[in-house]
């Protein structure tokens, strides 16, 4: 049964993920009142991007949170690197950037939204819908002013003055708002596990293992091995399974000799966790009345761990270019502009094109038929080129500030 919702809300922001979580954020510091909707009843799902980077901790110090986040548990990851024969070149070098955080933050993404959540939820212009799962857009006169939702109560309608859509890389909203990605072509597809992380291991940080073509991805999360291995897109899991999981517990081991004890906890191809890999983007934004951001406007392949990063910038330029339009609306009833949602695509475009564009690149040197490692950077190396990489990793294009006062100074 269709109920009519009680309230309104000047900005409904769809998706609790980090660019969602952290516009919703934004937002209700400068007084907007904001409702963040989330699908899923917590924020617990494994396999995400866990990385805070130095770009997203820079923002958070303006709002006096870097400190917060940092009583967290989290551990501190200075480099990524490549091995291959056993011998270790750095990729990326993030503790030679002169900088506050030269790090790569490590905190499960769960506990990193529940932070943020955890902080928009002291501004009481700000609204929390766990369980809650949007599934149409409302529109008057072609323009769109809120949306429809589901929760264990039944269907909902909420009046918006805008509708952020940051519903992560298969929007339900840039579906009903008749948007449509242009998907770039992408040679991998990856499959995920955990093993568990002994003492007696190589503290790694973030490495690369390469042999023969094949790239094992292991990543330190302090009490386990967050591991990853690339496979060639289509018909790689099907190969994966012809070969069994055997087969897929040498590749391993060939690739990090130290993880034999351990394999066996690798149950069966079944149990990998398959990542659809995907790079795609859409050419328009925003239509009247909505605007799509993070993931939804630009699905990031794994390359890099750039993703979260990304979301959390398209954040804060739409917070930056939105709040006084928002204000305005909630002040006057005054809609928001094309050409203020046209500004936020305008930011964000070409720090997402050349990320993307690098991503594609890397990715491209294995089909030309180059080696695994001239492709993952080996050879950026621990001096200026590493130091390179670390910013283009740790910043992208054209980092993000807070520029609004509202926002810097926004007390609850
Ligand atoms: C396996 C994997 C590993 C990754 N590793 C990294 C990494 O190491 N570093 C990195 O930076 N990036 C990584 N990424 C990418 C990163 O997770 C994303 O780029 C980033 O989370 C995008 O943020 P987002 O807020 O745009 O979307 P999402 O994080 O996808 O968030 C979207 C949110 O919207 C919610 N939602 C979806 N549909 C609805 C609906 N109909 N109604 C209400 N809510 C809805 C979802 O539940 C979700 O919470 C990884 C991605 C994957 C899949």
Redesign the pocket.
Known sequence: MLEPENRSTTACV?????????LALLLARAGVEVTL????GD?L?D?????V?PATLDVLDQLGLAGKLHTRPHHKIGSMGLIRAGRRSELADFRRLKVKFPYITMIG?WDF?DFITGEAARYPNFRLLMN????DVLRTDGRVCGIR?RDDDGEHELPAGLVIG????????RAAAGLRPRAKGVPID?V?FRLSLRDSDPREG?TLRIDGGDILGL?DRGSYW?S?VEIPKGDGIRALRAAGVEAFRDKVVRLAPFLADRVGEIESIDAL?F?DVRVDRLRRWHVPGMLI?????H??S?V?????????Q??VAAANTLVEPLLGYQREGTPVSRSALAAVQRRRALPTTVIQLLQRAALRVDLNGATAETRSGAGAGAGPAGRLMGRMIGYGIRPERVRDDRILNGTP
């Open positions: 769809v998706g609790g993920g980090p660019a969602g979580a952290m909707l989330e699908r899923h924020f799902r396999f995400r991007g866990d990385t980077h993404q939204l809650s799962s949007f599934h939702y940051a519903d992560g890389r298969r929007s339900a909203t990856v995920l973030i990543i967050q990853f966790s990542l951001i993070g993931d939804a406007a699905c990031m794994p890099g761990g750039v993703g979260v990063n990304l979301a959390v398209d954040a």
